[in-house]
């Protein structure tokens, strides 16, 4: 009986681990702004990204992926002081880079190619040539497979992340006209209910993008009511979406979310640092307050202590 018993644990343990798979779908869902962003500070295409991302990290499946947070295959050469991670690859027991978070991995891949020589050339190609930067990346030696470059050419085909390439952080922001209230499509699950929400931009305050959700950054003297004016929101909105007291005195340089945040993160967890609570995390990940308490089965407002590791998602 115990050994049936253990059987079927064990085959519902698989199942459960089978269905919680990240699609590559799902996978560009996630990572897409973080691409974008990329490509505009670096020039590394936003197609190119995603599709390395994918075809390394097996869509964020890959042990490396969830362990290291290394979603690009990226081992630690000598230059490497950060943490590692070890599993056969090439060779037995191969020594990978290993980072606090998936944004992390992003970032040092761009580095990692604008920093090296034998990769140069390819920061010459237009960003819309991904098939250049494909062919180009396996004959610098990014990877050791001979159909690198057409796998990756494939991924990003049958993905249609080209269409990546042609957007920055602000066009992903639709505006069908230029003074429109924000409005959300409550038919709409979580991993799309952003995406009809428009916003009012009289003013031309640039508009940026955190976890795909739009934000502002507050300037001096900005208060409810100056803002709510200028975005042409109400006031229960600026209070609701991030989390603030009725009271709340505008800062210089804060984060002002200008929809609802999401109920989950881009990356799995976050450690919590001195002097931050939920209420920083929530708004540093875009992410529901109320969620976060949920997630990390939490009363509502109680505290954590520094280093406590928090569930994003």
């Not at 159909?147 to 957007?167: M, S």
């Not at 038919?187 to 931009?201: H, L, P, V």
């Not at 934000?215 to 803002?227: A, H």
């Amino acid at each position: 009986m115990v050994k049936i018993l253990t059987l079927i644990l064990v085959i519902f343990a698989a199942s459960a681990h089978s269905q919680a798979k990240y699609t590559p779908k799902d996978y560009v869902d996630l990572y897409k702004d973080i691409a974008i962003t990329e490509m505009e500070k670096y020039g590394i295409p936003a197609s190119i990204k995603l599709g390395q991302g994918i075809l390394e990290s097996s869509a964020g499946n890959s042990t490396l992926a969830k362990t290291a947070n290394n979603h690009f295959g990226i081992k630690c050469k000598k230059e490497w002081t950060g943490e590692t991670f070890y599993q056969d690859d090439d060779e037995k027991n191969e020594c990978f880079r290993k980072y606090k978070d998936v944004l992390s991995s992003y970032e040092d891949h761009s580095k990692f190619l604008k920093s090296s020589a034998r990769y140069a050339s390819l920061f010459e190609l237009s960003k819309g040539d991904y098939k250049g930067w494909a062919t180009g990346l396996k004959a610098a030696g990014y990877a050791t497979n001979p159909q690198y470059a057409q796998l990756l050419i494939k991924t990003i085909e049958e993905n249609e992340l080209f269409i990546y390439d042609k957007l920055n952080t602000n066009s992903v922001i639709k505006k069908k006209e230029s003074n429109v209230t924000v409005k959300p499509n409550k038919n709409k699950s979580d991993k799309s209910e952003f995406s009809d929400f428009e916003i009012s931009n009289k003013s031309q305050r640039k508009i940026e993008l955190n976890n795909n959700v739009k934000f502002i950054i507050s300037k001096k003297g900005d208060t409810y009511s100056s803002l709510t004016q200028e975005l042409d929101l109400m006031h229960w909105q600026l209070k609701k979406y991030n989390d603030l007291e009725e009271n709340h005195e505008f800062k210089e340089g804060e984060i002002v979310y200008i929809q609802p945040k999401r109920r989950k993160a881009m990356q799995e967890s976050y450690k919590l640092s001195e002097n931050e609570n939920l209420k920083d995390v929530s708004q540093k990940f875009a992410i529901k307050l109320n969620r976060l308490y949920i997630l990390n089965n939490l009363e509502k407002g109680a505290v954590s202590a520094p280093g406590t590791t928090l569930k994003l998602r």
